[in-house]
């Protein structure tokens, strides 16, 4: 798929004839200026080159920029790959340019392709389009728009009728007639361009989140304890409901042994454990940034117990937990998470509190 746009242009301009060679440099032209940053010029070249040899092919549409600013950091947010190309367009009566990706001999194929953009630039609704459809044969480049000759000047009747032709650089070249242009609004110079507007950028919102990972806990009042739990593991999925909110179920557990003197100073062992099942609301701020953070809110039971020799006590708890963390993106199913809670137990007796610290892997699965 690398090179794509270069190569599908030098071939449909192939076999070395005479007419292939303008296109072709057209081509590379085009390619030249979208790296150098010159998007108006590079539209002006690709638009040349396709129009003379690829209206019968499919790209994808991946976005139209009405501010050259917002396009320029898309295009280097995605290392410019070559299957890149940008076209003059119109949005109403603004002067636009759409970004492309690839050349494609059919519809399916530019549908299969479109899975393969990267993911700085993915977003939903990228659909093929023909060229035919957005690059009309009688579109001419900005460049080739002249202007008419002024009409002869009149010369009074009593003189000979003379007409004083126009000056040689107001005449038309002969050799190269101007097609008539469509109603649209050749495109201004990057001064000229309206003011930015917010363009949607490429951000996946998965349908779920799946984490599972390490976790550490104290609490401040568990009997006879220094209240440190180093074993301990999470595991929670988000439902996400849209862009930021999602519900979220969540299960976790933390285990200790400590060894103790009963009452005639005699050593013995005991195993201490906390359970804990929670379920409540997350929002999520989403961006298209590599960091994710979020925060949550989850009430639920948890259960405390003791194992002692002989001897097991249960103790089953309410408890809420406010928390707060965040996701680091390492592809565009796979992240970091990393979080901290605290916990509230409502104890028969009196209050717990406790502080939990998180991490493993979050999977992001299917697309909403």
């Not at 798929?1 to 072709?24: D, I, K, N």
């Not at 062992?269 to 949550?296: I, M």
């Not at 965040?326 to 717990?352: P, W």
Request: charged share 20%.
């Amino acid at each position: 798929m690398r090179g794509l746009v270069t190569s599908g242009l030098l071939a449909l301009l192939a076999a070395g004839s005479v007419e292939a060679r303008p296109q072709a440099a057209a081509a590379a032209t085009g390619r030249e200026l979208l790296a150098a940053g010159d998007f108006l010029g590079a539209a002006e070249a690709f638009q040349g080159s396709l129009r003379a040899g690829g209206l019968s092919r499919f790209t994808v549409q991946v976005a139209v920029f009405c501010d050259v600013s917002n396009l320029e950091r898309q295009v280097r947010a995605s290392g410019n790959p070559p299957e890149l190309f940008v076209l003059r367009r119109s949005v109403g009566d603004r002067p636009c340019l759409g970004l492309y990706w690839g050349l494609f001999a059919s519809r399916d194929e530019a549908r299969a392709a479109a899975s393969t953009i990267p993911g700085t630039l993915r977003a939903a609704g990228q659909l093929p389009v023909a060229l035919s459809a957005i690059l009309p044969p009688g579109e001419p480049a900005p460049s080739r728009v002249v202007t008419a000759p002024p009409p002869p000047a009149e010369i009074p009747t009593a003189a000979p009728a003379v007409v004083v032709p126009p000056a040689p650089e107001a005449m038309p070249a002969a050799a190269e007639p101007v097609a008539p242009a469509e109603p649209t609004v050749a495109p201004p110079s990057r001064e000229e361009l309206p003011a930015p507007t917010p363009q949607a950028p490429s951000i996946r919102v998965p349908a779920m989140e799946i984490a599972a990972g390490y976790s550490y806990l104290l609490d401040d009042t568990f009997p006879e304890s220094d209240g440190s739990f180093a074993l301990g593991w999470i595991l929670s999925g988000c439902a996400n409901l849209n862009r930021g909110l999602g519900v979220v179920g969540e299960v976790s557990a933390h285990y200790k042994t400590e060894d103790a003197l009963d009452e005639l100073g005699a050593p013995f062992s005991r195993d201490l454990g906390l359970l804990g099942v929670h379920a409540g609301l997350r929002y999520t701020h989403r961006h298209a940034g590599l960091v994710t953070p979020y925060v949550q809110a989850l009430a639920g039971v948890t259960r405390s117990s003791i194992d002692l020799p002989g001897l097991r006590t249960v103790e089953d708890d309410f408890s809420i937990q406010p928390g707060a963390g965040v996701v680091f993106r390492l592809s565009d199913s796979v992240g970091l998470g990393l979080g901290a809670d605290y916990r509230l137990v409502f104890g028969e007796e009196s209050q717990r509190n406790e502080l939990r610290f998180q991490a493993g892997l979050v999977f992001g699965v299917g697309n909403r």
